[in-house]
Nanobody
């Protein structure tokens, strides 16, 4: 049973926008805090953004001011609005959920649930 499912990736030119979605099961969504991660070929997985139990939304410095994380509790869906995209944003993007330490983004090991990923490709 798929518990997290990303969508919305694609290919865009630099400066363009995409909105990623992550549909979650109701149980996971209502009991978890969530993050977006990304991984480019040959690079380590990188944390991108987090939305905490108190609504705080920290971002990686590389995306601050360009990306916005949000969640729609009625739809059990997490979003990542990505504007002013750059070629270095090219990566597979993953949503992840955890049920512990939900006031801080924490390490990837804390996340129990992961989606299958959606590819974002930004051309110059």
């Amino acid at each position: 049973q798929v518990q997290l499912a990303e969508s919305g990736g694609g290919s865009v030119q630099a400066g363009g926008s995409l909105r990623l979605s992550c549909a979650a099961s109701a149980y996971i969504f209502s009991t978890s805090c969530m993050s977006w991660f990304r991984q480019a070929p040959g690079k380590e997985r990188e944390w991108v953004a987090f939305i905490g139990a108190d609504g705080t939304t920290p971002y990686a410095n590389s995306v601050k001011g360009r990306f916005t994380i949000s969640r729609d509790n009625a739809k059990n869906t997490l979003y990542l609005q990505m504007n002013s995209l750059k070629p270095e944003d090219t990566a597979m993007y993953y949503c992840a959920a955890k049920r512990i330490y939900c006031y801080t983004r924490g390490s990837p090991d804390e996340y129990s649930y992961w989606g299958q990923g959606t590819q974002v490709t930004v051309s110059s």
